[in-house]
Each structure stands twice: as structure tokens, then as C-alpha cells.
């Protein structure tokens, strides 16, 4: 079992930066791929990035690439999300996510944390 809390949400001007975390509880969490998701208003919840268990590999959907960095460490069993070069339309409640090798799927979730970008 996993139990994930993110912080790190606010309000920020276009331009600007925010660094979400997620910290996670459970024994198994170095062995479990880290996602980002982000849900804005009125729209379904998307993928944001994703970084496999020893931070190896990462991924991100092309509406982040070249602005968000996901990154981790395992011994503090944190996962972070870099925001950079923020936009109006980066504004959503963004949740992390674990994904257990043996499912494949993302199974765990946070609560979510909003991030709202003034133009």
C-alpha cells in the first residue's frame, strides 16, 4: 500500500516557476514508476510526465516537454515536478501517481494540489 501527498501548488504569473513534491509512505515506493497527472475545469484528467523506478527514464506529454522536469529520490521517497516557463493554461489541480511494476498500472493517487497560472 501507498499513501502519496502532494504540496507545492499556488498562484503564479505567467512566466514563472512553481516545484511540486509528492511524498509517499510505503516500503515498495523505489520500485514504483512516478507519474504526473494534471485535470484542468471542465476537462478529463491528462498524463504529465513519468520517471521509472532509478530515475533512468522520464517522460513527458508535448504540452510540458522543454518547460517540466520530473524527478526523484528514492531514499526520501519524494517525487518532484519542476514547472517552469508556466502558462494560463498549465492552471489544473495536479495529482501524482504510482504505478507498481506488477500491475503496470497506476494504482495510487494523491488528494491533488491546484496550480492556477495568471495571464
Known amino acids: 500500500q501507498v499513501q502519496l501527498v502532494e504540496s507545492g501548488g499556488g498562484l503564479v504569473q505567467a512566466g514563472g516557476s512553481l516545484r511540486l513534491s509528492c511524498a509517499a509512505s510505503?516500503?515498495?515506493?523505489?520500485?514504483?514508476?512516478m507519474g504526473w497527472f494534471r485535470q484542468a475545469p471542465g476537462k478529463e484528467r491528462e498524463f504529465v510526465a513519468r520517471?521509472?523506478?532509478?530515475?533512468?527514464?522520464?517522460y513527458y506529454a508535448d504540452s510540458v516537454k522543454g518547460r517540466f522536469t520530473i524527478s526523484r529520490h528514492n531514499a526520501k521517497k519524494t517525487v518532484y515536478l519542476q514547472m517552469d516557463s508556466l502558462k494560463a493554461e498549465d492552471t489544473a489541480v495536479y495529482y501524482c501517481?504510482?504505478?507498481?511494476?506488477?500491475?503496470?498500472?497506476?494504482?495510487?493517487w494523491g488528494q491533488g494540489t491546484q496550480v492556477t497560472v495568471s495571464s
Open positions: 501517481a504510482a504505478r507498481p511494476p506488477v500491475t503496470g498500472t497506476y494504482d495510487y
Open positions: 510505503g516500503r515498495t515506493f523505489s520500485s514504483y514508476t
Open positions: 520517471i521509472n523506478w532509478n530515475t533512468s527514464y522520464t
